[in-house]
């Protein structure tokens, strides 16, 4: 379709998303469960790959995720997530994490990812994403090293 493959600006895939850290969130410890924040993650990534291609998308791959802080029982999560980069059915998209502590404002690094998603057609096999539109400020340097990144974990693969 002819919308599909007309090229996105990078702003069209932004997604900003707000969580509450709950008990049944938590382990023995009271720190958020890492899966929890995957999954989270993963729904961040996804909205981002939507935004951009329009067509229906499944995750690839996650490349290593390290937790640098916990985050707590109560504490605000905020993930941002946007694409880095287009390929030809895939797409790399960058997710920020950050905790918030509800009473200071104070803020923590959590972690990042970068998270590989395909558009699928519907049959189910890999299809053509429309290209992206680099951000003016930083949006070259973002498809850069984008590139460089996939290059080695198609290597990996
Ligand atoms: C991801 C998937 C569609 C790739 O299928 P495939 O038959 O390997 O298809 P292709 O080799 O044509 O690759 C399609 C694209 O995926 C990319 N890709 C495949 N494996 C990848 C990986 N491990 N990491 C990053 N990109 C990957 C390829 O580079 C290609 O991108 P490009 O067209 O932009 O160059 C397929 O492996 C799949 O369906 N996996 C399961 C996805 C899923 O269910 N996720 C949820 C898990 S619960």
Known sequence: MKNRSRPRPAHASKVEMTEVVLPEDTNQYGHAWGGRVMA?????????????????????????????APVRLGHILRLRA???????????VGVKVLSEDPLTGLQAHCC?????????DATGRPTPVPGLVPAERDGRRRRRDARRRRRARLVRR
């Open 40 to 68: 989270l993650i993963d729904k961040a990534a996804v909205i981002a790959a939507l935004r951009h291609c329009r067509i229906n998308v499944v995750t690839a791959s996650v490349d290593s995720l390290t937790f640098r």
């Open 82 to 92: 946007s694409v880095n980069a287009a390929f030809r059915t895939s797409m790399e």
């Open 112 to 120: 990042s990812a970068y998270v590989t998603m395909v558009a699928l």
